[in-house]
């Protein structure tokens, strides 16, 4: 996915651009759980190294901390995202 994504961005002209969507890959900081999600280790440094390449900023929430909820409350993350490049944020 994050080479699709790369692809479309070196296609376009403006520099402003967003990415919105349900992520399901976390950093740890954005899960609550009993479980850890170091073994998605190699799939997080992507998503990492995506954001880091882009220069994109996460928007932070307002409100709930977490945007996904395991109905019995042991488990929690922040999948949903809004990812903006900085000409996005002086546009």
Do not use: H
Request: charged fraction near 30%; proline fraction near 2%.
């Amino acid at each position: 996915m994050w080479g699709e994504i790369n692809g479309f961005r070196s296609n376009q002209l403006s520099k402003a651009w967003c990415v919105i969507g349900d992520f399901n890959l976390v950093r740890q900081e954005e899960r609550k759980s009993m479980i850890s999600v170091t073994g998605y280790s190699r799939e997080i440094k992507g998503f990492k190294k995506f954001i880091e390449k882009f220069e994109l900023v996460d928007i932070p929430l307002v409100g709930r901390k977490f945007t996904w909820y395991k109905p019995n409350g042991l488990v929690k993350s922040r999948i949903d995202k809004v990812l903006v490049s900085k000409e996005w944020l002086e546009a």
